[in-house]
């Protein structure tokens, strides 16, 4: 079936650093593809997303990356805040039409 | 503007008994509402899909009978975990879709329901 990995369950990075965190996925055909951010006891919150016809998309210090051919998506913080502390899901738009999300990773900022 | 709102933010309640959670858009129509489940340090597992009028659609492993969803207007959907166990015990999360929008995954989520059955 469908699914959506991180590399990564974890990632602790200094105040002021950029951050990477991946995704891979395994359906060639997925169109769209959405990142959130989840702080602690509260629902998702969306970030940014990019089609399957863009390889690059950037918002307000936030970058996401698509790689069609190794099926990769990334989302890049620049200047990481400890505000920007939470669990960031990668999500996948599914053959049914649905959002397959990711195991998430746990962003950690040390001030 | 796409503001969804769950009530209780958190809830205990004794084995056997029935909780009920609601999801609402406050600011706009949503005809279609979708209800996940998320076990600590995991990812959101799709539980099922309620569109106004008519039956949920639930995922497979997921006991309709259990979890009653009823979505009675264009602002209201509604999850009642009935006979709560202990391992009903989760974080439930709504999200609905803008009736404006006709994207599936254009959906706007709500801040989650801690359940918690002793």
């Known amino acids: 079936g469908e699914s959506v990995g991180l590399h990564l369950p974890t990632l602790s990075v200094q105040e002021g650093d950029n951050s990477i965190i991946n995704c891979a996925y395994s359906?060639?055909?997925?169109?769209?593809f959405i990142w959130y951010k989840q702080e602690s006891g509260k629902g998702p919150q969306f970030i940014i997303d990019?089609?399957?016809?863009?390889d690059k998309r950037q918002g307000q210090r936030v970058t996401v990356l698509l790689n069609k051919t190794v099926k990769h998506l990334s989302l890049q913080i620049a200047a990481t805040q400890p505000g920007d502390s939470a669990v960031y899901f990668c999500a996948v738009v599914g053959s049914q039409g649905n959002l397959i999300f990711g195991k998430g990773t746990k962003l950690s900022v040390k001030p | 503007g796409a503001v969804v709102s769950q009530h209780p933010s958190w809830v205990i309640c004794k084995s056997g008994t029935s909780v009920k959670i609601e999801c609402r858009s406050l600011d706009f129509q949503a005809t279609t509402m979708f209800w996940y489940r998320q076990f600590p340090k995991q990812s959101l597992m799709l539980m099922a899909t309620s569109n106004e009028g008519s039956k949920a659609t639930y995922e497979q492993g997921v006991e309709k009978d259990k979890f009653l969803i009823n979505h009675a207007s264009l602002t209201l959907s509604t999850l009642t975990v009935t006979s709560a166990h202990p391992e009903d015990s989760s974080f439930y999360i709504c999200?609905?879709?803008?009736?404006?929008?006709?994207?599936?995954?254009?959906?706007?989520f709500g801040p989650g329901t801690r359940l918690t059955v002793t």
């Open positions: 999200s609905a879709q803008d009736r404006g929008r006709n994207l599936i995954y254009e959906q706007y």
């Open positions: 990019i089609r399957s016809n863009m």
């Open positions: 359906n060639s055909a997925s169109d769209y």
